[in-house]
């Protein structure tokens, strides 16, 4: 999901500074929302749980060049599931931010573009979990149907991101438009994946589900709303 540096530049980065500056109010809201029910020191370990998570995911998981930008398994629907939308978002921006300042830094350009494909897609999977997910039932308990869902929604969401910052940088030109294609096509395959991994992950968070897990995962893992 990185957008190269050059692939949006000069003035039309003052959009990508607006969107990444509305990225970071509304965390700011989730994180204010998560301190209603979870204590700071929870948040701040879930957070560094997420962003190792994230460093895990663009560092040492396969990922491929292919098209406009590159494949990864970002995994945000596992960490909506397990952390919570706001140590999610959190740490999607910190992960991003340590893997361009320390192993990538010609990406560092395009960190507002790529923090904004990263962390909007989350806010959808937030809005519309409620329709999703039933007030009665724990993350635990979700179906292979609910979690494709909403892994089709991120992953979707990345996508949409991609190409819009593809176009609004490149223009609408054939060999920019088989970029995006190529690589949108690529990417839904992750969407057989994700949901897989996403109910191991919370077939294994059963196992705990009598014990006390203190601030480690986010509340509604192993409860209802």
Known sequence: MHIEPGVVDGAKMVLAYGTAAAAAGYTLKLAADDLKSHALPSLVVRTVLA?????????????????????????????FLLLGPAAAALGLAAGLLIQGTVFAPSDMPMFFVNVTTLLFPLFA???????????????????????????????????????????????????????????????????LIEPLADLAVLGAAKTIRDRKTGPLFTQRLLNAA
């Open 125 to 191: 999977i937030h809005a519309l979990a409620k329709r999703i997910v039933p007030d009665a039932t724990a993350h635990v308990d979700l179906s292979y149907a609910q979690v494709l869902k909403m892994s089709a929604i991120y992953q979707g969401g990345v996508v949409a991101w991609v190409a819009f910052w593809a176009i609004y940088g490149q223009g609408v030109g054939a060999e920019n438009m088989q970029s995006v294609l190529t690589f949108g096509a690529a990417y839904m395959l992750v969407i």
């Open 51 to 79: 962003t190792v998570g994230v460093f895990i995911f663009f560092e040492i998981l396969p990922h491929f060049a292919v098209g406009i930008s590159e494949v990864h398994f970002i995994l945000g629907t596992t960490l």
